[in-house]
């Protein structure tokens, strides 16, 4: 079974005003080109890498195959 971690830069929608709220952000998938990808051995490892991604700006996501 493979664990792999995809994530993407999403774009800032933030306004000029700290007291305005920014845009919800939307969940969008970008050109396959511009998704990285890095693989793990273990569900905890890439969970905690990618609190890291989202605390950075960026969009990530965990995925693992079904090996039978």
Same mark, same amino acid.
């Given at each position: 079974?493979?664990?792999?971690?995809?994530?993407?830069?999403?774009?800032?929608?933030?306004?000029? #005003?700290? !007291?305005?709220?920014?845009?919800?952000?939307?969940?969008?998938?970008?050109?396959?080109?511009?998704?990285?990808?890095?693989?793990?051995?273990?569900?905890? !490892? !890439?969970?905690?890498? #990618?609190?890291?991604?989202?605390?950075?700006?960026?969009? !990530? #996501?965990?995925?693992?195959?079904? #090996?039978?």
């Amino acid at each position: 079974m493979n664990i792999w971690v995809e994530w993407w830069k999403t774009p800032n929608t933030t306004s000029g #005003s700290h !007291a305005q709220m920014s845009e919800n952000k939307t969940i969008y998938k970008p050109d396959p080109k511009d998704i990285q990808r890095r693989f793990f051995s273990t569900w905890k !490892a !890439a969970a905690e890498f #990618s609190k890291i991604l989202e605390k950075g700006g960026y969009m !990530a #996501s965990i995925k693992q195959d079904r #090996s039978f």
